[in-house]
């Protein structure tokens, strides 16, 4: 599905990720777990494309085709996913507006028809459903005046209405209680279907209760430093990141 | 002095109604006004040089529909070239309210009219001199009217037209008026409207100046709000070959609340000029302004919002904003919000900025896989859609939505 390799890449004129490699197959569940200023984040915008964050080095294979080589929309189009952090408001565009765009291009990629308002509304409600985001957010501007909570959920919303082959979760779980919490995974427990992958970028354990990893890797500066089961996140929670810097002076 | 004021002049003098008296004062003032130029500030960045020799015939016996808006059940009285075509004697009207036409002397007409909107007007004192035709709107006190009334003026090929129009809002009443304009021939048409809101009661106004093209239009919005009074008004305009508005709130009563959006939406070679003032007469007032506008290639728009904070009216609250998207290089924009306080506890902020493109809200759409062309469109329109959204009257906002749309698509292809 992806497969990245010695992945050097720069935000500005700083070197952020020095030599990332990660293999994920179809329907494997990867979590990345790092303190912070590891470069989590940063790996999620290098590699859906966002503009500042350059690749100095190092590929990257999405399902047989050069990621790095395609535009930000083409790796989306391509069935690449981003769950942001941080989701943007654009209080002059509806959710409705937004998402049918969306589909539709999608859709487009794939070579399917797009969908009647009628079949677009159908979807959208089950989606909305699942995540418990009231009908009527549809109706509001993208993101405009959502909680937090609202904001993880609506990125999950949409990730099941998009349909990805790898979704990639930044943070999804940063500033939410556990029951916003729950509902967030069981949104994304509910698109595992032994084909799609994920990336669950976290810095806490807390999310890998609800959504279980294959794998678990520890990132720091800028590299995949260990590499591990379920059982590395919980040694993880037992005893922080510092033991990244003992090994680090050893 | 212009041809055409001359012979404005000339014309009033024949105007013999009820109202001669008032209009005698009006022409008087106007005798006094110099043609403006570009040294007379409310005209700086507008050019009258359309209007001065112009000659339009100004009786017609056009006959022209109202453009129908689905969904809004309004009570409509139509204007074509200012002359009133609907029978208002037999409209079924919600209780507690009464309408009339201008010629008709009443209580109401006499305590509004060149009462609200201030004299330095230019076109306003046309208006007041050679406005036969009109509407008068009373609505009584504690009336809470649903119905949307709206009133609609059409503007017809080769005609000049003057139409007055006339609200009273009683005591603890709540209205919906929507002043709706339309023509796209040359013709020069204005309109000019007053509106008293009395204690406690409650006014939604629209002004859709939507006349476009060739025509000309100038005109403006007036309100006077009382004691614990709320307005909530949306201006949506295009540019047309000179569209001139000039929109007064005056907070003559404390704990007042005044939101006014306003969205022009210029196609090539249009001109459009909003001047807005507010005056904060009394303590306690609060004024949200918001102005939005995207100006296609070749065309002009000039915002001027002015609030006026006087030496008792502390506690005023008033925010003022324009943002403007030009389409092109050839776009203009001429912006100058002023703030003037001459009260000491007041909280205010105003601003205007040109805008770009916000890169974030791009990428997000971007990585849900929407075009960049396409995405860009959604943003540039979402800028003053978030406005549309704003409307309190959602019947209304979805029959604009689709259609300031359309003429948003046009002007990206036409740049």
Redesign the interface.
């Known amino acids: 599905m992806l497969s990245i390799k010695d992945l050097h890449a720069r935000v500005e004129d700083t070197t952020i990720l020095k030599g990332l490699n990660l293999d994920i197959k179809p329907g494997e569940v990867h979590a990345i777990m790092g303190p912070n200023g590891a470069g989590k984040s940063t790996l999620g915008y290098v590699l859906s494309g966002r503009e500042g964050y350059d690749v100095e080095s190092g590929s990257a294979d999405f399902d047989g085709k050069d990621l790095f080589d395609m535009e930000v929309e083409e790796r989306a189009q391509a069935g690449l996913f981003l769950a942001f952090q941080y989701p943007v408001e654009i209080p002059g565009v509806s959710n409705m507006e937004f998402m049918k765009e969306s589909v539709n291009a999608m859709r487009e990629a794939r070579g399917e028809a797009a969908l009647s308002s009628a079949e677009f509304l159908k979807k959208a409600k089950e989606a909305c459903k699942q995540v418990e985001l009231p009908l009527d957010f549809l109706k509001r501007g993208v993101n405009e005046g959502f909680s937090g909570g609202e904001k993880k959920r609506n990125e999950i919303m949409q990730m099941i209405m998009l349909e990805p082959k790898l979704a990639i979760l930044d943070e999804s779980d940063s500033g939410l209680d556990v029951d916003a919490l729950q509902v967030v995974a069981k949104g994304v427990n509910s698109q595992r279907d032994g084909k799609r992958s994920f990336i669950v970028v976290t810095h806490y354990q807390r999310l890998l209760d609800y959504i279980e990893p294959d794998y678990v890797h520890i990132l720091s500066k800028g590299k995949i430093v260990k590499s591990g089961g379920p059982e590395l996140a919980k040694e993880v929670e037992a005893s922080g990141y510092a033991w990244l810097k003992e090994g680090e002076s050893a | 002095m212009s041809q055409w004021l001359a012979h404005v002049i000339e014309r009033a003098a024949n105007v013999d109604d009820w109202l001669s008296p008032v209009r005698a004062n009006a022409l008087a003032e106007l005798k006094q006004k110099q043609w403006p130029g570009r040294r007379t500030e409310a005209w700086r960045y507008t050019s009258l040089h359309k209007v001065a020799d112009l000659a339009l015939k100004t009786s017609s016996q056009a006959v022209a529909e109202a453009p129908q808006v689905n969904g809004l059940n309004s009570i409509d009285l139509v204007f074509v070239d200012g002359r009133l075509s609907t029978d208002i004697a037999h409209l079924q009207l919600p209780e507690g309210i009464r309408i009339a036409a201008l010629d008709a002397k009443s209580d109401a007409a006499e305590a509004l009219f060149a009462n609200i909107k201030p004299a330095h007007h230019l076109f306003g004192l046309v208006n007041d001199v050679l406005a036969q035709q009109g509407i008068v709107i009373d609505v009584a006190e504690g009336a809470q009217v649903e119905q949307p009334i709206r009133i609609v003026n059409v503007s017809t090929n080769g005609i000049e037209s003057h139409q007055r129009t006339l609200v009273r809002v009683g005591q603890g009443a709540k209205a919906t008026i929507i002043e709706h304009g339309v023509g796209n021939e040359q013709s020069l048409n204005t309109v000019f409207a007053e509106y008293d809101i009395a204690d406690r009661a409650s006014l939604e106004h629209y002004r859709l100046a939507l006349q476009e093209d060739q025509a000309i239009h100038v005109g403006g919005s007036h309100f006077r709000l009382h004691n614990e009074s709320k307005l909530n008004s949306t201006l949506v305009g295009y540019g047309s070959q000179l569209t001139r508005l000039d929109v007064d709130i005056e907070h003559a009563g404390e704990h007042a609340f005044a939101k006014f959006n306003n969205i022009y939406l210029l196609a090539p070679h249009e001109h459009f000029d909003l001047h807005s003032t507010i005056e904060h007469a009394q303590p306690n007032g609060t004024t949200e302004e918001n102005a939005r506008g995207i100006i296609g290639d070749k065309a002009k728009a000039v915002f001027n919002g002015r609030i006026h904070i006087h030496r008792h009216a502390q506690k005023t609250l008033a925010e003022l904003n324009n943002r403007n998207l030009l389409l092109s290089r050839g776009a203009q924009i001429n912006t100058k919000p002023e703030l003037e306080i001459y009260a000491d506890d007041v909280q205010c902020a105003h601003g205007a900025t040109v805008a770009e493109i916000?890169?974030?809200?791009l990428?997000?759409?971007?990585?849900?896989?929407?075009?960049?062309q396409?995405?860009l469109v959604?943003?540039n329109?979402?800028?003053?859609?978030?406005l549309l959204?704003q409307m309190p009257n959602k019947a209304l906002a979805d029959w604009l939505q689709p259609i300031l749309r359309q003429r948003f698509e046009r002007m990206m292809e036409q740049k």
């Open positions: 916000d890169e974030e809200a990428y997000y759409m971007l990585t849900r896989g929407i075009d960049k396409q995405a959604m943003l329109f979402g800028f003053v859609q978030e959204f």
